[in-house]
């Protein structure tokens, strides 16, 4: 199994976005109540592999359309900024 891609992270205060993309070789979403990422990590200095692009390594969001044993079966995902961080837009409640 292929790891699914961050496609796109708006999350532009994490330590891993470089020009709206993530550089974490693997993140993890959610903590079992709120699809957060939980790899989020503000200020500097910048993190990562600027040649990579960021992938879904874990899901513990086991209420989520697309997690088959805590693992994320999307082609891949976006994260954007909502109220209580940076976010999975791509959750979808099962």
Excluded at 55 to 79: D, F, T, W, Y
């Amino acid at each position: 199994m292929e790891m699914p891609v961050v496609r796109e992270c708006a999350a532009e205060a994490c330590a891993y976005n470089r020009e709206l993309s993530c550089h974490a070789l693997a993140i993890t979403v959610g903590d079992a109540r709120h699809p957060h990422c939980d790899t989020f990590v503000s200020g500097a200095p910048k993190g990562g592999d600027p040649t990579a692009v960021g992938r879904v390594g874990a899901c513990k969001m086991s209420g989520c359309l697309h997690n088959v044993q805590l693992e994320c079966r999307a082609p891949g995902i976006s994260v954007g900024v909502q109220s209580q961080g940076a976010d999975c837009l791509t959750y979808a409640s099962a």
